[in-house]
């Protein structure tokens, strides 16, 4: 199986379609020896292609969003391809009570939006306050109390809301925390139609014309 293919999947209205975050984030998974029996957490599944995957390896995967849409999309994917999910909707403070897991895989909302305000409707997917931060830093506090020993986090976000935070409050919380793959793609119509506010904040310099995604690992001594 590759595992870093992306299935034809249903995604309903305002359901993030999978597109690069998504692929080196399962190329990441299919690195960590998920295999029968592992428990895995898909937080903010979307359409729970990475949910899918795990569960091809065996796993006991959960996956939770707080979008009805989403949580409707990764049942019907779950269906769809055969194989057992427990989905949930709910936030992710409640997803993480009293858990404990061997991978927790998260490609949260991640883009900076000016002033911070709410995200819009349709936009929850992508939107993460004024420095792309509001959901990265929930889940890096959170992850050392729902990771078993040995167990490990696996993040993705743009480099745009600052890989090295991520990292330092990771180690902090006493994680092994490292930055892993990369990948350099255009920016997408979002980061486009905020590409003037962006590059007033210094967050995108005066000619670029990309967006440096990152994959952070954090295991649990």
Not at 73 to 80: H, I, P, Q, V
Not at 130 to 158: E, F, K, N
């Amino acid at each position: 199986m590759r595992t870093d293919s992306l299935l034809p999947l249903v995604a309903l209205p305002g359901v993030y379609v999978p597109q690069e975050d998504t692929r080196l984030l399962l190329r990441a998974l299919g690195r960590e020896g998920v295999r029968p029996g592992s428990t895995v957490l898909d937080l903010g599944s979307g359409t729970g292609v990475l949910a899918v995957a795990a569960a091809r390896r065996g796993a006991r995967v959960t996956a939770v969003d707080i979008s009805w849409p989403a949580v409707v999309s990764t049942r019907l994917n779950a269906w769809l391809c055969r194989r057992h999910v427990r989905v949930h909707r709910g936030d992710m403070a409640v997803a993480l009570a009293d858990r404990a897991f061997d991978v927790l895989v998260a490609n949260p909302p991640y883009v900076p939006v000016p002033g911070g305000q709410s995200a819009r409707p349709g936009a929850r997917a992508w939107d993460a306050g004024c420095d792309g931060r509001l959901y990265i830093d929930r889940i890096c506090d959170a992850a050392p109390r729902v990771l078993r020993s040995g167990g490990v986090l696996l993040m993705v976000h743009s480099a745009l809301c600052g890989p090295h935070a991520t990292l330092a409050r990771l180690t902090a919380a006493g994680l092994r925390a490292t930055a892993g793959d990369r990948a350099a793609v255009p920016l997408g119509p979002v980061l486009r139609s905020r590409s003037r506010w962006l590059r007033r904040q210094g967050l995108l310099s005066p000619a670029q014309e990309t967006e440096e995604l990152v994959i952070i690992r954090a295991e649990q001594p």
